[in-house]
């Protein structure tokens, strides 16, 4: 079953899209056989032959719905939070298909013959000799902000950043999404398109980072946690919390002036209860092996800070409400506001690494404009990064003498030289 909010035609053209290099190299005859039975409203001249130019003709149809499609949600009212799932969730089993169940050179093969011709259908990175730590991970424009500073604060610090993802807007991002589409099964039935599968099976890998999604299941990232197990005995895994958003207040204040340091904490309780819905039943079928990436924790704490007056240059909470540019949100959907895609950053990384990024010496090349954020204001996100992951319970990271260094720095890696390694 496809979910209800997202129209069957989008969803026609993004599996064509996924399933060829367009642009970069003609469609095979399989491909082409393949979508012919997909979408046989392409075969336009009814030959029951599916040609290369109906396959074109009708990919950039539905990529011009797509987009008046696109359009319209973002103007909509936040993201969709009631959908249907494909009942074969909740059977035992995932289809006999499913490119999970094959070898990896099987899957390698499957991966060879549909990704981008740019691509390398195996992607992985050398035996770590620091703190170096190789990363795949699934995610949404939620998640895109951390993943697009932490290699740079990696680097900063003496890092190799060795980190793969597979990504997509909203809920074309979220794990059960990337799951169905990775295996070729329910939405995306006989067009897998195994990215991170083909690595994770050929390759060897430290950690999986997750961004979460309304109604998830823990059976929607327990499914990546065994494959992952199966090559990877010692892997780690990291969820997203998220932060609290709009929606939560079943409508929007008239003002800024609603938000108070009470209720930030109570959003922030709220979507810990709802993202431990999840994360418990995950902690406690494999233990020691889950863990949160606490970036709404770091976003309450900012919220209650720029109302202390501690975050020089940001001058209001939500655009949606205030209007003002740099705000800590800028739209209804719930995404940061300019310069908070560092706060994330950082608590990718200290969570990751054990270690507080004010420990970090070295410049950070983020890039942007250079007077904002300023010096000041980005030394107030590493600090409430550090102190949002070390506080969280489920972060795998504490530091009761204040260093700076998680105490139980070896379960994240070689012990962490600090500054030395900034330099």
């Known amino acids: 079953m496809k ?3 997202i129209p069957v035609i989008s969803l026609m053209a993004s599996c064509l899209l996924t399933t060829n290099s367009w642009g970069q190299s003609a ?13 046989p409203a392409a075969d336009t001249n009814r030959d029951g032959i599916l040609s290369s130019e109906e396959a074109t003709a009708y990919r950039k149809k539905m990529l011009a719905t797509r987009s008046k499609q696109s359009d319209n949600d973002r103007s909509a009212r936040g993201a969709p939070r009631q959908f249907k799932i494909d009942a ?3 059977l035992p089993r995932f289809p006999d298909e499913s490119v999970c169940y094959k070898t990896p050179t099987q899957i390698k093969a499957i991966y060879e013959d549909v990704k981008p011709a740019n691509q390398d259908t195996i992607v992985s990175f050398p035996e770590p000799t620091g703190r170096e730590r190789r990363i795949v991970a699934t995610g949404h424009s939620f998640m895109a902000p951390g993943f697009n500073t932490l290699p740079k604060i990696c680097k900063a610090a003496g890092i190799q950043p060795m980190l793969y993802t597979h990504t997509g807007g909203g809920i074309t991002g979220s794990a059960r999404y990337k799951w169905e589409q990775e295996n070729g099964i329910f939405q995306f039935e006989g067009s897998p398109v195994p990215k991170l ?3 994770i099976s050929n390759a060897n890998w430290d950690a999986m980072m997750f961004g979460p999604y309304f109604n ?27 932060w609290p958003q709009l929606y939560q207040l079943g409508e929007n204040p008239a003002s800024e002036s609603f938000f108070t340091e009470e209720v930030f904490d109570r959003l922030g309780m709220e979507r810990r209860s709802m993202s431990n819905e999840v994360i418990d039943v995950l902690r406690k079928r494999y233990p020691d092996k889950v863990f949160v990436l606490p970036t709404s924790d770091a976003m309450v704490l900012a919220g209650k800070a720029y109302l202390q007056g501690d975050l020089p240059g940001i001058d209001g909470v939500h655009r949606v409400i205030g209007g003002k540019q740099r705000s800590l949100w800028k739209d209804q959907l719930g995404h940061l506001g300019p310069g908070f895609e560092r706060l994330e950053g950082y608590v990718f990384y200290a969570t990751l690494y054990g270690e507080s990024p004010e420990r970090i010496e070295a410049p950070i090349t983020f890039g942007g404009d250079p007077s904002f954020p300023t010096t000041k204001l980005d030394q107030t996100f590493r600090k409430i990064a550090w102190q949002a992951v070390t506080k969280h319970p489920y972060s795998g990271v504490k530091d009761e003498d204040g260093d700076g260094i998680s105490d139980n720095h070896q379960q994240h890696g070689n012990q962490s030289t600090g500054q030395t390694d900034a330099k």
Request: charged share 25%; with cysteine; net charge negative.
């Open 3 to 5: 979910p209800a909010t």
């Open 27 to 39: 469609p095979t005859k399989q491909q082409l056989e393949r979508w012919h039975k997909q979408f």
């Open 88 to 90: 074969g969730w909740d």
């Open 197 to 199: 599968l083909a690595s």
């Open 216 to 242: 998830d299941k823990p059976e929607y990232y327990s499914c990546w946690i065994d494959f992952c197990l199966k090559f990877n005995p010692d892997m780690k895994f990291y969820l997203s919390d998220a």
